[in-house]
């Protein structure tokens, strides 16, 4: 569903009030640069300011809905609007090549063409550089749009040629209060909620049976880990690895076993923070009280450790079982 002008302006106050500025002052630049995590609104965000670039009639910088061009961006038949996206793994030379013959073309509708690259980062050198040239000669009445998650993964010269505007991560607690009021459970928008900023995952998340299964699995582990270690050691076998096979995966199990011995110790602190697991407030207050301050960072550097680890290309079933033996020496 569409968000409203106010629901972008509580998303991403600072955007907003920097593109409907530009747009009122007709100081538009000839290529702007989204950049922000997933869920923090920069696809959403484009397409509002991409309509109002379009629109015949808009009322306060914010675009009509009502007009022709509103009418055809909607519908995504504006013929001045060229999408490119991955190919694959990258975004291709060749897509860009396409897109620069068409921007070049006389199109159907006159006024503004707008070319908008998702995943930027994903372009390889030979695309890049294609881009490049490209931006470094801008056409008139021509504005790029390029998207990313990851800055740094960019050219250094395609950076410089576009205006940076950075899109902050979406708060948790209000990513929780969105998640719980379409009715979501409250312990389940807490665990998804440090997983991901963005809603739309958090809501494929929790309706992902294998994750509600990986869920009740990390903290089956947490309460035999303390207490078990041959027990924990079987439970690895039996459980945790069938579930956690894909590197993806592992590294998703061990943040949500993280998150377990973090709110352990924030228990223990007494610290009212919001935890990932509130419905084992109890269990986490019983355990506090087994545990002293320097166990528990003990157990929470061996996670951290076995995270660090992972990347190397271990091998996953020995660096599991090492770690269920730390958190039994912690």
């Known amino acids: 569903m569409q968000k409203t002008i106010d629901e972008f ?15 009122a002052k007709d100081r538009l630049a000839h290529a702007y640069l989204f950049e922000g995590p997933a869920g923090s609104g920069k696809t959403e965000i484009t397409h509002f300011f991409v309509k109002l670039l379009l629109c015949e009639s808009p009322v306060e910088n914010v675009p009509c809905e009502t007009c022709r061009s509103c009418q055809l961006y909607n519908s995504g038949n504006h013929t001045n609007v ?20 068409k921007l070049n073309k006389t199109g159907l509708n006159t006024g503004r063409k707008i070319y908008v690259i998702e ?5 390889n050198n030979s695309s890049a550089n294609a ?14 749009i390029l998207l990313t998650e990851r800055l740094n993964a960019l050219m250094s010269t395609i950076r410089s040629r576009c205006q940076l505007v950075s899109f902050r991560p979406l708060s948790r607690p209000k990513l929780m209060e969105k998640l719980i009021a379409d009715g979501m459970t409250g312990s389940m928008a807490a665990t998804v909620s440090m997983l991901t900023q963005s809603e739309e995952e958090a809501v494929l998340l929790a309706q992902d049976e294998q994750f509600a299964q990986a869920r009740k699995t990390v903290l089956k582990l947490v309460e035999v880990a303390g207490s078990n270690v041959h027990e924990a050691l079987l439970m690895l076998q039996a459980e945790w690895l069938p579930l956690f096979k894909e590197k993806e995966d592992a590294e998703r199990g061990l943040d949500m076993l993280l998150f377990a011995y973090r709110d352990i110790a924030s228990v223990k602190a007494g610290l009212e923070t919001a935890r990932t697991y509130p419905d084992m407030e109890e269990t986490w207050k019983q355990m506090a009280l087994q545990r002293s301050f320097t166990v528990l960072s003990k157990q929470l550097q061996a996670v951290l450790q076995a995270k660090q680890q992972l990347p190397r290309n271990m091998n996953r079933t020995l660096l599991m079982e090492q770690l269920m033996l730390n958190l039994q020496e912690g």
């Open 9 to 23: 302006l509580e998303m991403q106050p600072v955007v907003m009030k920097r593109l409907q500025g530009a747009y």
């Open 82 to 101: 060229l999408f490119i996206e991955p190919d694959g793994q990258n975004i291709k030379i060749d897509q860009i090549r396409e897109l620069i013959f």
């Open 131 to 144: 881009l490049l040239k490209f931006l470094e000669e801008p056409e008139f009445n021509v504005t790029a």
């Open 119 to 123: 995943q930027a980062d994903r372009m």
